[in-house]
T-cell receptor, first 113, second 113 residues
Framework: KAGVTQTPRYLIKTRGQQVTLSCSPISGHRSVSWYQQTPGQGLQFLFE???????NKGNFPGRFSGRQFSNSRSEMNVSTLELGDSALYLCASSLASTGVGYTFGSGTRLTVV | AQSVTQLGSHVSVSEGALVLLRCNYSSSVPPYLFWYVQYPNQGLQLLLKYTTGATLVKGINGFEAEFKKSETSFHLTKPSAHMSDAAEYFC???????????FGKGTSLLVTP
């Protein structure tokens, strides 16, 4: 059974650009969440989608957005990149409709220069 | 809002010694509690979780944790440390009706020969 797949694994972008990260959940999982991990702030919740609907959103600026497709795959987009957006972005999927039993992907390491 | 506090950002144990990683939670309702492990350049792997029922929870790799409501704690233990246990450990809490995991700052476990 394939795990949560995140692409790309590594990304280098220039300040001011935008970026799109992709997440393919475990087959059958309908809930997908995104987290940002930085040395200073730790793991912070970005947003969660269930059946193409955003159900919950963390305290991030509007430059951070996401969506979920009918096949449960999810993308997150960051526009007008800032140096502080450099982080490991983790995607997690769950079978259940509540936050129990999330499986995480290996993450996308974004570096903004 | 529910939160967790991990006591000790770095813990060092000798190989074969007891591992004890501390986590205290703040919650006004019975929470869901989790321990995750993260190896370098990887995502998060679920070690164990507490939802309801038995307060002593056994997880993978010989780890276990006990939910103590009176102490608002969910400490992670392992009787005998292995070199392969060296990693970053995160405690997390989820509201019973919410979808976001609130993570602690993490504890880096060092295992010495």
């Amino acid at each position: 059974k394939a795990g949560v797949t995140q692409t790309p694994r590594y990304l280098i972008k220039t300040r001011g650009q935008q970026v799109t990260l992709s997440c393919s959940p475990i087959s059958g999982h309908r809930s997908v969440s995104w987290y940002q991990q930085t040395p200073g702030q730790g793991l912070q919740f970005l947003f969660e989608y269930f059946s193409e609907t955003q159900r919950n959103k963390g305290n991030f600026p509007g430059r951070f957005s996401g969506r979920q497709f009918s096949n449960s795959r999810s993308e997150m987009n960051v526009s007008t990149l800032e140096l502080g957006d450099s982080a490991l972005y983790l995607c997690a999927s769950s079978l259940a409709s509540t936050g129990v039993g999330y499986t995480f992907g290996s993450g996308t390491r974004l570096t903004v220069v | 809002a529910q939160s967790v506090t991990q006591l000790g950002s770095h813990v060092s144990v000798s190989e074969g010694a007891l591992v004890l990683l501390r986590c205290n939670y703040s919650s006004s309702v019975p929470p869901y509690l989790f321990w995750y492990v993260q190896y370098p350049n990887q995502g998060l792997q679920l070690l164990l979780k507490y939802t309801t029922g038995a307060t002593l929870v056994k997880g993978i790799n010989g780890f276990e944790a006990e939910f103590k409501k009176s102490e608002t704690s969910f400490h992670l233990t392992k009787p005998s440390a292995h070199m392969s246990d060296a990693a970053e450990y995160f405690c997390a809490v989820s509201p019973d009706s919410g979808y976001a995991l609130n993570f602690g700052k993490g504890t880096s476990l060092l295992v010495t020969p």
